[in-house]
């Protein structure tokens, strides 16, 4: 059986990937959306774009002009955490 790959929020439970990590990967994608993949500190990185392309709602949420900066926020930050790091 192929090994699961563990997603940001799994890493975030076996505490290989910080709060204050994930939020550091929201609001550099808030900042700049073609922004680089964030690096973890455990050697993780994720495509924040990729995350949030992968997660329907965020990608709908985010596409409408009218959603509130704090939505913003919360969709970019549940795709991080529901995203799929690669280890580098």
Same mark, same amino acid.
């Given at each position: 059986m192929a090994k699961e790959i563990p997603s940001? =929020?799994?890493l975030r439970? %076996?505490?290989e990937v910080t709060d204050d990590e994930i939020e550091a &990967? !929201?609001?550099a994608y808030l900042r700049d959306e073609? &922004? /680089?993949?964030s690096a973890f500190k455990s050697g993780h990185t994720i495509d924040v774009a990729k995350a949030? /392309?992968?997660h329907p709602h965020a990608k %709908?949420?985010? &596409?409408e002009e009218a959603t509130t900066p704090g939505l913003r926020? !919360?969709?970019v930050m549940t795709a991080v955490i529901? =995203?799929?790091p690669v280890q580098g």
């Open positions: 940001v =929020g799994d439970r %076996k505490s &990967a !929201t609001a073609n &922004a /680089e993949p949030i /392309e992968m %709908k949420l985010l &596409a926020r !919360t969709m529901m =995203g799929f």
